[in-house]
Nanobody, 134 residues
Framework: QEQLVESGGGLVRPGGSLRLSCVVS????????VGWFRQAPGKEHEGVSC????????YYADSVRGRFAISRDDAKKTVYLQMTSLKPEDTAVYYC???????????????????????????WGQGTQVTVSS
């Protein structure tokens, strides 16, 4: 059974760091583009960062560019989101999601990440809470 499981969330002070992990099982990660998304109370679902299956295409939302870094280790079936210089506005539930890659479409990763639609991704994790507060 296909499953994505996030971990690494928690409570951190402003300026602090966290690393989120998304462990994938039941599917071959190498065939999939993967993204991190977040949703804060009262706010829309937001695409934070997404990475293509071959790592050629990476997208960051303007709000996190320069502070967050996405990476993947297909051998470990894991996708990471390193978050630094955290701000209170980063507080949200963070989700990872996977969709079948389209390496022939160089704009695919960014287009889907910006749209942040649950319908665009085949599999979703259950989410991990990140709270940034002093």
């Amino acid at each position: 059974q296909e499953q994505l499981v996030e971990s690494g969330g928690g409570l951190v002070r402003p300026g602090g760091s966290l690393r989120l992990s998304c462990v994938v099982s039941g599917l071959y990660l190498g065939y999939y583009d993967v993204g991190w998304f977040r949703q804060a109370p009262g706010k829309e679902h937001e695409g934070v960062s997404c990475i293509s299956s071959n790592e050629d295409d990476i997208y960051y939302a303007d709000s996190v560019r320069g502070r967050f870094a996405i990476s993947r280790d297909d051998a470990k079936k894991t996708v990471y989101l390193q978050m630094t210089s955290l701000k209170p506005e980063d507080t949200a539930v963070y989700y990872c999601a996977a969709t079948r890659a389209r390496p022939w479409d160089p704009e695919f990763v960014e287009r889907l990440c910006r749209r942040a639609s649950t319908e665009d991704y085949d599999y979703w994790g259950q989410g991990t809470q990140v709270t940034v507060s002093s």
